[in-house]
């Protein structure tokens, strides 16, 4: 990373400590901008004339070291690239890499729709999100301008997802250009042969375009050449190649790549990388067809987790896509902030004043399996989330983030007495040791329920019959 302390950045900005930015000071300000939680242009003073020099050099050092690209236009745009760091541990991966699906000139009109609009409403639940594709890949298999032309229209039609026009022939993108220049779309690809005639076309229509060369030097060529014509909103492709060693050498390229522009500060190469796993499922065709998707799943493990901002897919079938976007979610989840739910008072099916009141801390993982395992059990009940900075219930009671005063807190905050009239707690069996402080603090009759959600049911039977 080019910046390494508040201090690099503090020196930069005013110093007066207005608050204006949300921050007591300024050097609690600078380390939010070099997490990225806060933006440059929250500091009102800087934005200043008299602070042009200072802003612009702020900018430049907080920069990402790979370049961040717009793919679309409005709420369904996405970011590629913006990342700072080889390894999220470092800090972060920002901006997780948009999941694009292909459809074909060739393909008739229901099978475009089809996919197309499989591809636009697809949603999966987990972990408190909705997990979604992202992008529509338009390939010219005819070759033919005006066939491209026709399908990207169709597409245009039935979607509002950002496109990527696929074809090494300027004519056919030049026919897909026409038809949506203004959605802004990503060109797929220059390469040696055709550059000049695709710069032509990128500088005419102000789109991102992909570079492609499994040669890193002259991939390096072709972008320092594209920068050096004004032209610097670049993806990479350093080839994508499903089996045996050229598998071997699309995972060696994609990190000489990363490093290159991270570790080594090379600027030629310093843009997102893309990856196409769907090439495992194109290029064996009458293959088996779960064979197919093992080799396209190989393919996206490998480039999501080393440095793929942008993927390419053919294959629909469930068990290829969901291990893909569980990953993604997984390695573009902050390390440093858990996944965490709202706190707060929760009715479990229809609960009534005899009905128990269980607790439960706000890590995502935690809330979601006992609200599952409470409601697929049918217990009507109250489940009150406590703020735990969303660490899970054994770890927060070692932390000390779960403690009698901030459930006293959630408690009050709540009314959650207001809803029950035996004044009972039930705590989760990890927290046991809080039991009689809780007591304590908040008033209430405090039971242990089990170390396991999984087990209330059983628990209910032996212990809250009796109770009620």
Same mark, same amino acid.
Request: proline share 5%; charged share 25%.
């Given at each position: 990373?080019?910046?390494?302390?508040?201090?690099?950045?503090?020196?930069?900005?005013?110093?007066?400590?207005? !608050?204006?930015? /949300?921050?007591? &000071?300024?050097?609690?300000?600078?380390?939010?901008?070099? $997490?990225?939680? !806060? #933006?440059?242009?929250?500091?009102?003073?800087?934005?200043?004339?008299?602070?042009?020099?200072?802003?612009?050099?702020?900018?430049?050092?907080?920069?990402?070291?790979?370049?961040?690209? *717009?793919?679309? *236009? /409005?709420?369904?745009?996405?970011?590629?690239?913006?990342?700072?760091?080889?390894?999220?541990?470092?800090?972060?991966?920002?901006?997780?890499?948009?999941?694009?699906?292909?459809?074909?000139?060739?393909?008739?009109?229901?099978?475009?729709?089809?996919?197309?609009?499989?591809?636009?409403?697809?949603? !999966?639940?987990? =972990?408190? #999100?909705?997990?979604?594709?992202?992008?529509?890949? *338009?390939?010219?298999?005819?070759?033919?301008?005006?066939?491209?032309?026709?399908?990207?229209? !169709? =597409?245009?039609? +039935?979607?509002?997802?950002?496109?990527?026009?696929?074809?090494?022939?300027?004519?056919?993108?030049?026919?897909?250009?026409?038809?949506?220049?203004?959605?802004?779309?990503?060109?797929?690809?220059?390469?040696?042969?055709?550059?000049?005639?695709?710069?032509?076309?990128?500088?005419?229509?102000?789109?991102?375009?992909?570079?492609?060369?499994?040669?890193?030097?002259?991939?390096?060529?072709?972008?320092?050449?594209?920068?050096?014509? /004004?032209?610097?909103? +670049?993806?990479?492709?350093?080839?994508?190649?499903?089996?045996?060693?050229?598998?071997?050498? @699309?995972?060696?390229?994609?990190?000489?790549?990363?490093?290159?522009?991270?570790?080594?500060?090379?600027?030629?190469?310093?843009?997102?990388?893309?990856? *196409?796993?769907?090439i495992a499922s194109l290029v064996s065709k009458g293959k088996d067809e779960l064979e197919q998707a093992i080799s396209e799943s190989i393919l996206t493990i490998l480039e999501t987790i080393k440095?793929?901002?942008?993927? =390419?897919?053919?294959?629909?079938?469930?068990? =290829?896509?969901?291990?893909?976007?569980?990953?993604?979610?997984?390695?573009? &989840? $902050?390390?440093? #902030?858990? %996944?965490? %739910?709202?706190?707060?008072?929760?009715?479990?099916?229809?609960?009534?004043?005899?009905?128990?009141?269980?607790?439960? &801390?706000?890590?995502?993982? @935690?809330?979601?399996?006992?609200?599952?395992? +409470?409601?697929?059990?049918?217990?009507?009940?109250?489940?009150?989330?406590?703020?735990? $900075?969303?660490?899970?219930?054994?770890?927060?009671?070692?932390?000390?983030?779960?403690?009698?005063?901030?459930?006293?807190?959630?408690?009050?905050?709540?009314?959650?007495?207001?809803?029950?009239?035996?004044?009972?707690? %039930?705590?989760?069996?990890?927290?046991?040791?809080?039991? /009689?402080?809780?007591?304590?603090?908040?008033?209430?009759?405090?039971?242990?329920?089990?170390?396991?959600?999984?087990?209330?049911?059983?628990?209910?039977?032996?212990?809250?019959?009796?109770?009620?």
């Amino acid at each position: 990373m080019k910046v390494q302390s508040p201090l690099e950045v503090y020196n930069y900005l005013p110093g007066t400590n207005c !608050k204006e930015c /949300g921050e007591e &000071t300024c050097m609690a300000f600078a380390s939010k901008l070099i $997490d990225r939680s !806060k #933006s440059l242009d929250l500091c009102k003073e800087i934005l200043d004339d008299s602070y042009k020099e200072e802003y612009e050099k702020l900018k430049e050092m907080l920069s990402p070291e790979i370049k961040e690209i *717009i793919i679309g *236009i /409005g709420d369904k745009a996405v970011h590629v690239g913006g990342e700072d760091v080889l390894y999220r541990h470092q800090l972060t991966f920002y901006n997780q890499p948009p999941f694009a699906y292909d459809v074909t000139d060739v393909m008739d009109e229901k099978e475009i729709t089809e996919r197309v609009n499989f591809v636009s409403n697809y949603k !999966k639940f987990y =972990v408190g #999100s909705f997990l979604r594709l992202d992008m529509i890949a *338009i390939r010219s298999v005819s070759d033919d301008p005006k066939k491209f032309a026709e399908c990207v229209k !169709k =597409v245009k039609d +039935l979607t509002e997802l950002p496109l990527i026009l696929m074809s090494f022939n300027p004519d056919v993108l030049e026919a897909g250009l026409e038809v949506v220049k203004d959605k802004r779309p990503l060109v797929y690809a220059a390469n040696e042969d055709n550059w000049q005639k695709v710069a032509e076309l990128i500088d005419k229509y102000k789109v991102p375009v992909v570079l492609f060369s499994p040669d890193l030097d002259k991939l390096a060529s072709l972008a320092k050449t594209f920068v050096e014509m /004004g032209m610097n909103e +670049l993806i990479l492709d350093p080839g994508t190649y499903p089996s045996g060693k050229q598998l071997m050498s @699309t995972f060696e390229r994609f990190i000489k790549l990363r490093r290159s522009a991270i570790k080594d500060g090379n600027k030629d190469v310093a843009f997102p990388i893309i990856g *196409i796993p769907a090439i495992a499922s194109l290029v064996s065709k009458g293959k088996d067809e779960l064979e197919q998707a093992i080799s396209e799943s190989i393919l996206t493990i490998l480039e999501t987790i080393k440095y793929g901002d942008l993927l =390419v897919f053919h294959n629909i079938a469930p068990y =290829v896509i969901l291990p893909a976007i569980h990953l993604r979610f997984n390695i573009y &989840t $902050d390390p440093r #902030s858990p %996944v965490r %739910v709202e706190p707060g008072l929760f009715e479990m099916g229809t609960p009534d004043e005899n009905s128990p009141l269980f607790l439960t &801390t706000n890590f995502a993982l @935690t809330y979601f399996t006992v609200k599952s395992d +409470l409601e697929s059990n049918n217990i009507n009940s109250y489940l009150l989330v406590v703020d735990s $900075d969303g660490i899970c219930v054994e770890a927060s009671v070692a932390g000390g983030q779960l403690n009698p005063g901030k459930i006293k807190e959630a408690i009050e905050a709540t009314k959650a007495k207001e809803k029950i009239k035996h004044n009972t707690l %039930v705590l989760p069996g990890l927290a046991a040791r809080l039991s /009689g402080s809780t007591e304590d603090e908040t008033g209430m009759k405090v039971l242990v329920g089990p170390t396991d959600s999984g087990r209330i049911a059983k628990w209910m039977e032996d212990h809250w019959q009796t109770k009620a």
